[in-house]
């Protein structure tokens, strides 16, 4: 593939009446659109599509929506774009990381380019490459609109731009996780470019490289096949695990683990301890914590014992409980009010005053339909219900509220 390299300065092509349509339709139902009258001089694909990116941008890049410029690509390179938040996390993790001597970058695997456009920020130069010729000429077009006069773009691909590359203060990847037939992939060598393959000479060119990953992928797996990783990030968006970030740092370490829940407040847990021995509690004491998703994805709860003086229920539970609040745990807390063992006597009375519930399986033998369906519990209220399996293997629930 031919390397076409732009600067930043192509000016839209939209025409008048397509601006003035999606303008008048911003907030409609794309479907509805589309099957009401169209001028004869709007073309309505394109219409349609910066519609609904200005509006899926709303939620997910609030900043790029206060621009009317921004030209959206299709619903799916959307839908696999960084949130603003996790994009605006790796610059602060890069800041970090190169707190000074940020002389260039260059994001391999450039897509939509928000994760370019934060992390270019803090650099005098920049390169985003990508092998799509249309999301190379939108990214030209948005670079500009965002005020990324340093920025270059290169159609090409990530191997061709590596062969004549020189050295770089930081690289990025966001490998695809798309086969050829467009099925979701996790494995390491599934993903488009290789990174494995490509591993080598990527630590060659670069101070720093940092590779985002899958959230189903298998961190022990992948530390094995990508050596001398530093850091591993596990990145959570309002509970939900989003993106694991590999980070070289040119030197062989046991790797720190960074867990992270972006929400109000963030949580932030740091650990480089995975074998750790847990302090098993011999029953329920009166708080109840959860772990975010962060954690349970690093594996590193066991370490949350030492850290936050908590004891877990279970060694393969993975909830843990104080009889005094701990403060600043990463997770949920909850109050116990109750508990009760799996007798029919017992659960008549621990459900008596129950009308629905929000249900958690933990190390437990049923899924949440199949408790729900046998204890005949409804959904919602402010009961929180935790089915798990305790220290001494009895099998019991637990009655909470968030305190």
Known sequence: MKN????????????????????????????????????????????????????????????????????????????????????????????????????????????????????????????????NEQLCKAALHNFMCLGLSQARVHQTTCEEFLDGMGQYSLVYLDPARRDAAGRKVAALSDCSPNVEALWETLTSHAQIVIVKLSPMLDIQDTLRRLHSISEVHVVSLEGECKEVLMVYCGREDNPVFHCVNIAAPPQTFCTNKRDVKPTIATYPERYLYEPNASILKAGVQDALCQAFDVRKLHPFSHLFTSEQIVTGFPGRIFRIEDSCGFAKKDLKRFLADIDGCNLTIRNFPATVAQLRKQLKLKEGADCHLFATTLSDGTHTLLRCKLP
């Open 4 to 131: 076409n390299t732009f600067r930043t300065g192509l000016q839209s092509a939209d025409s008048m009446s397509n601006n003035a349509f999606i303008e008048r339709n911003k907030n409609a139902d794309v479907r509805a659109i589309a099957l009401g009258k169209i001028p004869a001089d709007v073309d309505l694909h394109y219409c349609l599509q910066q519609i609904e990116g200005r509006q899926i941008a709303r939620r997910k890049l609030p900043s790029w929506a206060e621009s009317d410029n921004i030209i959206y690509p299709a619903k799916l390179s959307l839908e696999q774009c960084s949130s603003e938040q996790t994009a605006l996390y790796k610059q602060q993790l890069v800041a970090r990381l190169l707190p000074t001597q940020r002389e260039r970058m260059a994001d391999l695997t450039g897509g939509f380019g928000i994760d370019f456009s934060m992390i270019s920020r803090i650099f005098p130069e920049a390169d985003y490459v990508e092998r």
